[in-house]
């Protein structure tokens, strides 16, 4: 089968490539398993070294992944050089940190001696979105390194040269063979893989019914997944509030990456005490982002990644504003352009709308106005959604109180949500469940084994 990759910023199509036929997928999946025992056996210290190396790569092919994001998903130059150096930087952290968090912990009993040890379990699925077609796969593939496992990586259909330099990478930071490769396959031909009995695991990160279809997979096959799913997060304005801090991170939030992020700011919850002066400021400043070629240094919004993501962002929008919100900015796709929108801010969002009640994937904000912090509070958490949140307040006691009280997997407080390696990454709620990152991550796909010596 011959998959056409378009340039979101352009509208043509770049490239043509092939999936796989059952013969190559049975190849790669083989090749995982002769692998996995050589490569859990290294020693921490040389499975380290391979990341570090690899972390070397990244930045030495920079332009080159740079260049394919750009050209795959229409990612700003700047934000992918960014994400790409966040990607080396996790490598480095998990090769420094591993021996810490895979140290066998001693427990006191009665028996002459009792531990905790972790061991790796095999072959980990990986299905990856295109959003951050670097940082999502080394999001878990730099644990799972670490821990001893390996990978097969099934990337988004539109991102395949990504997936391929990432593989290239992987390789000449001296990777053995069969320890990490990727599958240009199909969704049909995930669900075989994921069946194989080579797979010992998997994890997603994608859309709720992707997580839904592959979770019920896994769940038939009794075999461990991790789901980071979607977000609906909420950005939090109190009466106190600094104003400029505030409208700053709102923009940078939800228009960053234009507006393709699970934990972007999505929802607007702002007390009626600061509505307006909040509203009028963010609009002001989100005018200023500029579309435009995603190479052109000057361009501040990017295209959309495909134009049927562009379409049903635009059908929410219209959806929202038959509902009753205003539109206070943008709202239309932009004349002649192959997946262009705006910057867009909704006013006077409630519920029933899909502005509230959905994710909007794109660079869409909906400004939701309440009473008080208890009305704050109590609409940020009616959603379906647990994936991150913020909150912004002059006294960090309370904006401390208030995360604390919010239901989700990340709150911040005067900080836009971000992942970082050194905490722990995932959802609550239909965000999904397990964790990546830090400690948590790299222990989620390991036998957490009790050894009792009596």
């Known amino acids: 089968m011959t998959v056409e990759i378009v340039n979101p910023a352009t509208g043509k199509v770049e490239y043509r490539h092939?999936?796989?036929?059952?013969?190559?997928?049975?190849?790669?999946?083989?090749?995982?398993?002769?692998?996995?025992p050589a490569w859990s056996a290294r020693s921490l210290q040389g499975r380290a070294g391979v990341l570090e190396a690899i972390a070397m790569q990244l930045r030495g092919r920079r332009q080159d992944i740079q260049q394919a994001m750009t050209a795959e998903m229409g990612k700003l130059k700047a934000e992918a050089l960014a994400e790409i150096e966040k990607c080396a930087q996790a490598c480095e952290y998990y090769a420094g940190h591993a021996a810490d968090y895979l140290q066998p912990q001693q427990v006191d009993t009665e028996a002459h001696r009792s531990y905790v040890r972790y061991e790796p379990i095999g072959c980990v699925f990986a299905v990856m979105p295109w959003n951050f077609p670097i940082w999502q796969v080394f999001r878990f593939l730099a644990p799972a390194f670490m821990a001893g496992n390996v990978a097969l990586l099934k990337h988004a259909s539109n991102v395949p040269r990504c997936a391929d330099l990432i593989l290239e990478v992987v390789r000449a930071g001296g990777a053995p063979a069969g320890v990490f490769d990727v599958l240009h396959i199909?969704?049909?031909?995930?669900?075989?893989?994921?069946?194989?009995?080579?797979?010992?695991?998997?994890?997603?990160?994608?859309?709720?019914?992707?997580?839904r279809s592959i979770a019920a997979n896994a769940g038939e096959q009794l075999k461990k997944c991790v789901m980071e799913l979607g977000g609906s997060?909420?950005?939090?304005?109190?009466?106190?509030?600094?104003?400029?801090?505030?409208?700053?991170?709102?923009?940078?939030?939800?228009?960053?990456n234009s507006g393709q992020t699970c934990i972007a700011a999505k929802r607007f919850i702002v007390v009626e005490a600061v509505a307006e002066e909040f509203t009028r400021r963010f609009v002001e400043a989100a005018g200023q982002r500029r579309h435009g070629d995603p190479a052109d240094a000057s361009t501040t919004l990017a295209p959309m990644a495909r134009a049927d993501l562009r379409d049903e962002l635009h059908r929410q929008v219209q959806a929202s504003v038959a509902k009753g919100a205003r539109v206070l900015l943008g709202g239309e796709p932009i004349a002649g352009t192959y997946a262009g929108y705006p910057a867009t801010v909704l006013d006077r969002v409630g519920p029933?709308?899909?502005?509230?009640?959905e994710e909007l994937f794109g660079p869409v904000a909906a400004v939701i106005r309440v009473r008080d912090e208890a009305d704050a509070l109590r609409v940020a958490n009616d959603t379906r959604f647990g994936l991150g949140g913020s909150v912004w307040t002059a006294d960090a006691a309370r904006g401390e109180s208030f995360a604390q009280h919010m239901e989700c997997g990340a709150a911040f407080v005067n900080s836009v949500v971000k992942s970082d390696a050194?905490?722990?990454?995932?959802?609550?709620?239909q965000s999904g469940f397990g964790r990546e990152l830090a400690e948590h991550g790299i222990h989620e796909f390991m036998n957490i084994k009790t050894v009792y010596v009596a």
């Open 18 to 36: 092939e999936l796989l036929d059952g013969s190559g997928i049975e190849v790669r999946l083989q090749a995982a398993a002769d692998a996995f």
């Open 186 to 211: 199909d969704n049909d031909q995930a669900a075989e893989v994921l069946r194989d009995r080579r797979v010992k695991a998997v994890t997603l990160t994608g859309s709720e019914r992707a997580g």
């Open 233 to 256: 997060d909420a950005f939090v304005v109190l009466d106190d509030a600094d104003m400029d801090k505030t409208v700053e991170a709102a923009v940078k939030s939800r228009f960053d």
């Open 352 to 357: 029933g709308m899909p502005a509230y009640d």
């Open 422 to 429: 050194r905490l722990p990454f995932g959802g609550s709620k």
